[in-house]
């Protein structure tokens, strides 16, 4: 589950020696030049990244706010659905965490005698997509925040779904993860860790300030009669079973462009645009091997995986090029992306297929087979697109003769690893990038 300002670039004013120098204008209302690429928000007076939706081709179509063009070539989304693309540094104020924290914040509330010694700030870079609502994507960063005793918390790719609040946006993200533990006493209860973020964020022209509240929880449920399946009710707990939330404040600046490891890693003239997608819990009892849904898995609300995704042109025809790495549909073949997408019959449609074939498994030589497909429209307009991904993952096994070793796994025999079909439509908006 990132905010990046941008400074504004002004053409130097000139003055005598003997006088200071006139103040630089920042409202690009009253003579402020935009730089290339940004246009003037008549709203906040600030020079932004913004993209104006289509407004048709040489025909007589007219746009009207959300709609589409009536005529001419295809309209864009609509006259109030401008995006502002703004990049930001931002420095979270964490001294909270060098010293105590409330009781909760550690395991059977027991407070310890010494803190840990850390950085007084952390810094870190974002982007955020202002548009109908307000999404934002964080650095790529190793950084763990340890709230006391409680579960480890790392920062989200992104955080969508922000309203208003006032004057400026709140953002909520939350994250559970169930296992079975504790593994460090050698039970197999259902634990949860629970991770919310929440932000609030205030922009005062190229500059911002607003609240990080994280929150850190550990649950435990028993998974059954015996003492192996159920929580401890006396120490030892596990390690972080805890609860903490704190508040960190936390200031911000507006950089002049779009960080590098937010656009695409192949440079070109092309357009570029940030993907975010949904990572929705797998249900479906037939994506698992023998229709077992498993105890351990994860749900998310508020929070996307970040991808980056631009055009380019194949041998074939059109393509996209994206930075998917895999996707893991329950227990079915994992659904690998190491090629880009190609443009599909459908109009604006592009996918790839693929498939592999491989002898077994406990070591026969019946004749497994694994396919996965993933499908996506894609035609942005007014430098934006809300859509669905499609994915589908399948396994099949063939006898290749009568005798015990040519032959799929019976009933009773242990079926391979991931013995099972899954299909998903997955949620995702995307935005242009300047």
């Known amino acids: 589950m990132s905010f990046v300002f941008r400074s504004l670039f002004v053409s130097a004013l000139i003055g005598c020696c003997a006088c200071s120098p006139p103040p630089l204008p920042t409202d690009c209302t009253a003579g402020l030049i935009c730089p290339v690429g940004q246009a003037c928000n ?73 803190f840990p010694t850390g950085p007084l700030t952390l810094t870190l870079q974002a982007v955020s997509f202002e548009r109908l609502g307000f999404d934002l994507i964080l650095e790529p960063s190793s950084s763990v925040l340890r709230l006391g005793q409680a579960p480890e918390y790392r920062f989200p790719e992104a955080i969508v779904g922000g309203t208003r609040t006032g004057s400026g946006w709140g953002l909520t993200g939350e994250l559970q993860v169930a296992r079975l533990g504790p593994v460090s006493l050698a039970r197999s209860a259902i634990e949860n860790r629970i991770h919310s973020t929440r932000v609030t ?17 550990y649950r435990c449920v028993d998974n059954g009669p ?26 911000a600046q507006q950089l002049t462009q779009i960080p590098a490891w937010a656009l695409p890693s192949s440079p070109t003239t092309a357009e570029a645009f940030v993907l975010l997608h949904d990572e929705p819990l797998v249900d479906n009892a037939s994506c698992y091997v023998g229709n077992r849904v498993p105890q351990a898995r994860f749900a998310s609300s508020n929070l996307r995986r970040v991808q980056r995704i631009q055009r380019v042109t194949l041998p074939s025809g059109q393509g996209l090029s994206t930075s998917f790495a895999s996707f893991a549909l329950g227990d079915a073949p994992v659904i690998r992306v190491g090629e880009p997408f190609r443009a599909l019959n459908a109009t604006n449609q592009f996918g790839l297929t693929q498939s592999t074939t491989s002898l077994g498994p406990l070591g026969r030589t019946s004749m497994e087979r694994r396919s996965t497909s993933i499908t996506m429209p894609f035609a942005p307009q007014g430098g934006f697109l ?5 994915l589908s993952s399948t396994y099949s096994c063939t006898d290749t003769g009568a005798q015990t070793s040519q032959r799929c796994p019976l009933p009773g025999e242990q079926p391979a690893f991931d013995s099972a079909s899954c299909s998903v439509r997955m949620p995702f908006v995307a935005y242009r990038l300047p």
């Open 42 to 114: 008549s709203v906040s007076r600030r020079c932004e990244f913004m993209f104006t939706p289509n407004t048709g081709g040489s025909g007589a179509g007219t746009v009207t706010a959300g709609g589409s063009t009536a005529g001419g070539s295809a309209g864009g989304a609509g006259g109030g659905d401008t995006t502002t693309v703004s990049p930001w540094s931002m420095a979270i104020d964490v001294s909270a965490l060098n010293r105590a924290l409330p009781a909760n914040c550690y395991v059977n509330n027991v407070v310890p005698s010494t």
């Open 201 to 217: 964020f205030t922009r005062n022209g190229n500059q911002a300030s607003g609240t990080l509240t994280i929150t850190a929880s």
């Open 226 to 251: 015996a003492m192996a399946d159920q929580c401890p009710r006396s120490a030892p707990f596990a390690p972080d079973a805890a609860d903490c939330s704190v508040t960190f404040p936390f200031t």
């Open 386 to 390: 809300e859509a669905d991904l499609s």
